[in-house]
């Protein structure tokens, strides 16, 4: 088959890359490869730990992979096949300050993320570093694909789509989280549940589940067996969803913390809302320098906030150490696509996958070809293709949806014109829009706030 050359673009970082990174070691497919991997971070001491864990895995695996490591990333890319990305810069540092910011303005965002004026900002933080992977994937490696696994997913790989002429993919695991939660519901094994489902990145639906065995349809036992369960169950996770379900009649994925960046009713819905990046006014200072960055809250769970009153709390700095700790016994699949992805493309062996971000190009209908959707695909020699969707999403939906295609539209004639003009649209369309003045006041203290990572952006 020749040279396999994959590239981790961000390898520092610690969740996808360590992922990828074990994918590629239990692979059986591509042990007979000639396989080459190169580590890019520009962080070198995360590149360097990236590096030692990689080697000594690779190595305990007796795998003949050849792995290197560098901080240029034109270097990494050269005729590379295949290019992972996932960076970002002082992640939860600038993520409180998207979830703050918007709410001390008048936003009733949630998280603050991929939806939500907080997402605006995450969006023009990463846009510049991944045009630059991509055009740099124009020079070095023209014809391999972009698998990104950055987010605010949706708007990025729109942007790459149409800024560039870059083959690009996203991925997220958030359908089968919802997959998880209907075979809860159901009391069936997942792997028994077929389903249909697609949307928006993170605000997805499935418009039909069933069972593989029988092709009977699950939605009518689905529908009892909801009305069942208890109101309370795993709140913060899905009390948001069976109201969904309620409203629109199809039940969505993955759950509050992201289907509520794209509504404006989910706060009532979100018990950990208070949680999230807490601190204490009187004693901390948010964000000056020596001032701790508040810790990530998920969900108001016995995991993060049942603990007794002098119980340790694991850091994300002895989180990130023990990661690092390679342990053979502990190295499994990811479940992650971007292995089969490359597997199916290398191999031409054709796979389905749960649901991949792509432009829409007629898949999901009511929505515009060229925005960048989220739905099932097949992947094999000659790329990847979106399955169209046999049942449509309601108008409601299709409308929430379409308000977001249009803030796609707006953040990237914003980073184009560095215009705050455009950015200030994108906001006051969004469902968790502030008033003018405040959306005004908002983006001019993001900016200086955050004027060292977001691209230089004026008032037109």
């Not at 709390?313 to 499994?332: G, I, P, S």
């Not at 996958?353 to 060229?370: H, R, S």
């Amino acid at each position: 088959m020749g040279k396999l050359k994959v590239a981790l673009v961000g390898a520092g970082s610690i969740s996808f890359a360590l992922g990828a990174l074990q994918d590629l070691v239990l692979s059986e497919k591509l042990k007979g490869c000639d396989l080459e991997i190169a580590l890019m971070d520009i962080v070198e001491e995360n590149l360097n730990r990236t590096y030692q864990y990689a080697t000594e895995m690779f190595t305990a695996f007796n795998h003949s992979a050849k792995i290197w490591k560098s901080t240029d990333l034109r270097e990494a890319l050269i005729d590379a096949q295949f290019a992972i990305v996932a960076i970002e810069v002082n992640r939860y540092h600038y993520w409180s300050q998207d979830f703050h910011i918007p709410r001390r303005f008048g936003s009733k965002q949630i998280y603050g993320e991929n939806g939500g004026p907080g997402s605006m900002f995450h969006t023009l933080r990463n846009l510049g570093p991944m045009l630059k992977i991509a055009h740099t994937m124009e020079e070095v490696c023209p014809d391999a694909w972009f698998i990104n696994y950055t987010n605010p997913e949706a708007k990025l790989v729109e942007a790459i789509s149409k800024l560039t002429s870059i083959k690009v993919v996203g991925l997220c695991h958030g359908l089968d989280m919802g997959i998880d939660q209907i075979s809860e519901f159901l009391d069936m094994d997942r792997e028994e549940i077929g389903v249909e489902g697609g949307g928006l990145n993170h605000f997805g639906f499935f418009t039909k589940i069933w069972d593989k065995k029988t092709n009977e349809d699950l939605y009518p036992l689905f529908r009892e067996r909801e009305k069942q369960a208890n109101r309370l169950a795993h709140f913060d996770h899905i009390g948001l969803s069976r109201t969904m379900f309620q409203i629109y009649g199809l039940y969505p994925y993955p759950g509050t913390n992201h289907i509520g960046e794209y509504i404006s009713y989910a706060d009532d819905f979100y018990a950990g809302l208070s949680l999230q990046y807490r601190y204490d006014p009187i004693h901390e200072k948010l964000w000056e320098k020596e001032s701790r960055t508040p810790d990530f809250i998920y969900a108001a769970s016995g995991n993060t906030i049942d603990k007794g009153l002098f119980d340790g709390v694991k850091t994300q700095e002895v989180w990130t150490e023990e990661a690092y700790v390679f342990d053979k016994n502990n190295v499994r699949m990811s479940n992650e696509y971007a292995i089969p992805i490359i597997e199916a493309i290398y191999f031409d062996d054709e796979i389905q996958l749960n649901a991949v971000n792509m432009q829409n190009n007629g898949a999901i209908k009511g929505l515009p070809d060229d925005m960048v959707v989220e739905t099932q695909a097949i992947a094999n020699g000659k790329g990847i293709k979106l399955k169209a969707m046999e049942v449509e999403l309601p108008v409601a939906l299709i409308g929430t949806i379409h308000i977001q295609g249009t803030i796609h539209k707006l953040l990237i004639e914003a980073y184009l014109e560095k215009s705050k003009t455009k950015l200030l649209q994108a906001i006051l369309i969004d469902p968790q829009a502030p008033s003018y003045y405040q959306a005004c006041a908002m983006i001019d203290e993001m900016c200086e706030l955050q004027q060292d990572i977001l691209p230089e952006l004026g008032w037109k």
